[in-house]
């Protein structure tokens, strides 16, 4: 029978549950690296048993982990991911200009081929890659210098690259989100990159249809459909049909549409999910209900989840890397909050059971199928 | 000279190390050598103390010893000689924050 293995990234360490396919009895392993951040753990689709985990903390800076073994055992690899060449500045939340400055890896992201090459989202903005499986690890300039950069700015959380989709049936496309400047997409590997926001309009920046400068959330893809993106923006869900050349709202009825993450059914490329949150300026549910909200029609018409979630006095928040989906049938979504509970619905979302109700502040979830 | 090393428990972990270290210096004891030979001893270090590039500390990183903050000391000035005899040891310390 087939397993599942998930990954979760906390403020204060690691946790890995595990389960059998059917993804009622959990077993509980952590934590590790205890009361360093874990801002994301994933393993490599083409060896599930590499995995790579950033660690983090104030006091004593960036370290990247590394598991051979399925997260049994893990070893330091490189953790020097500099800049190359003159940073210059982008811009502060003030408007003033800032220079660059490292501060943590948010997303890793594997290669979806080789167990050794993996991909780094880091604040301030920038991309890295490593494939000598961590060791060392080069900046793919050419988004750090794109010439709109000097326009970035911070989001609340920072000047982050949090999301690195790679195309499965273009090897040489990738797209990558930025708070706040919004999406790019580069189709030679990294190289060059056009920002991809055409249809965004947010209305906390001057130009609210500006190329750059777009708070997104969050980029979702189905792996059978990679020109169909789905996107949680600050406000706003989004969805675009041409790999992000142009983008349409899709937020339909649901009750809010700020949020943070967003995900697409393993096998229903127009399912997808979404976990609204009250506003910008208070990050937690509406009405103290956890409800995760389902579109089986790509958008607009959302159906809210809430067998097994508590339906009052919940306010918690979800975060952006915090949902993953399992590719076991039926499909299995997972997600973590910052109350630390981790739920499943081993049902595509149509019932949920915690895994774990008290974990530190999730930062991020990943799920991994094995045979 | 073996100089005697403690360091805070977060980067024990990371070092697999138990209690204090010792680390053998060539040359004058300073925090600069100090911390080249226990970065060489233990490179999963790099980066955790002080940046990889500039060598500056990083900001919530302290050096004590002797009952004295020596954080902001050059980091060529030769250590006591307290610590560089290994009569006392060399602390590496999270600065007391929040989190």
């Excluded at chain 1, 789905?230 to 989004?238: E, I, L, R, S």
């Excluded at chain 1, 499943?344 to 199928?369: C, F, M, Y």
């Amino acid at each position: 029978m087939s397993r599942v293995r998930v990954l979760v990234g906390t403020r204060k360490g690691a946790f890995v549950l595990t389960a059998d396919g059917l993804r009622q009895r959990w077993d509980v392993s952590g934590p590790h690296f205890g009361g360093w951040e874990l801002y994301h753990l994933k393993g490599s689709p083409a060896d599930p048993n590499r995995l790579y985990a950033s660690q983090s903390s104030s006091w004593f800076g960036q370290v990247i982990q590394r598991s051979n073994d399925g997260g049994q055992t893990w070893e330091t690899v490189g953790n020097k991911l500099l800049y190359e060449g003159v940073t210059g500045t982008h811009l502060w939340s003030d408007g003033t200009p800032r220079p660059w400055e490292f501060a943590r890896v948010w997303h890793l992201e594997p290669s979806l081929t080789d167990p050794d090459t993996v991909y780094a989202g880091i604040q301030d903005a920038a991309l890295f890659r490593s494939s000598d499986g961590g060791q060392t690890w080069q900046e793919l300039t050419g988004l750090r210098t794109h010439k709109s950069a000097p326009l970035w700015q911070p989001g609340a959380g920072g000047m982050c690259l949090h999301t690195i989709l790679l195309d499965p049936s273009r090897p040489d496309r990738m797209f990558i989100a930025i708070s706040a400047a919004g999406v790019f997409r580069s189709d030679d590997a990294g190289k060059t990159w056009r920002p991809m926001n055409r249809g965004l309009q947010s209305e906390g920046i001057p130009d609210p249809t500006a190329e750059v400068g777009h708070c997104v959330h969050r980029i979702a893809m189905h792996r059978s459909r990679p020109d169909v993106l789905f996107m949680q923006k600050h406000w706003d869900v989004m969805r675009s049909d041409d790999a992000g050349e142009s983008w349409r709202e899709i937020s339909g009825n649901l009750p809010t549409d700020f949020g943070f993450p967003i995900d697409v059914h393993a096998h229903e490329p127009e399912t997808i999910y979404v976990v609204p949150i009250k506003s910008d300026s208070e990050h937690y549910l509406p009405e103290g209900k956890l409800r995760v909200y389902r579109s089986r029609t790509g958008g607009n018409e959302w159906e809210a989840l809430t067998k097994g979630l508590p339906q009052r006095d919940c306010y918690v928040n979800v975060l952006r890397d915090s949902m993953a989906v399992d590719s076991l049938d039926p499909c299995g979504v997972y997600f973590g909050t910052t109350g630390g509970q981790v739920y499943v619905s081993p049902d595509a979302g149509d019932s949920w059971a915690p895994i774990v109700r008290d974990l530190p502040s999730v930062v991020s979830v990943e799920v991994q199928t094995l045979p | 000279m073996i100089v005697r090393v403690v360091l805070p428990a977060h980067l024990r972990t990371l070092a697999h190390l138990d209690g204090e270290v010792k680390v053998d210096v060539e040359g004058p004891v300073t925090q600069r050598s100090v911390l080249d030979t226990l970065e060489a001893d233990y490179p999963m270090l790099r980066g955790t103390m002080r940046d990889q590039v500039t060598q500056q500390r990083r900001a919530f990183v302290r050096f004590f010893a002797c009952q004295e903050d020596l954080s902001h000391e050059s980091p060529d000035a030769p250590l006591p000689d307290a610590v560089a005899s290994g009569a006392e040891p060399f602390l590496i310390v999270g600065a007391m924050a929040g989190g």
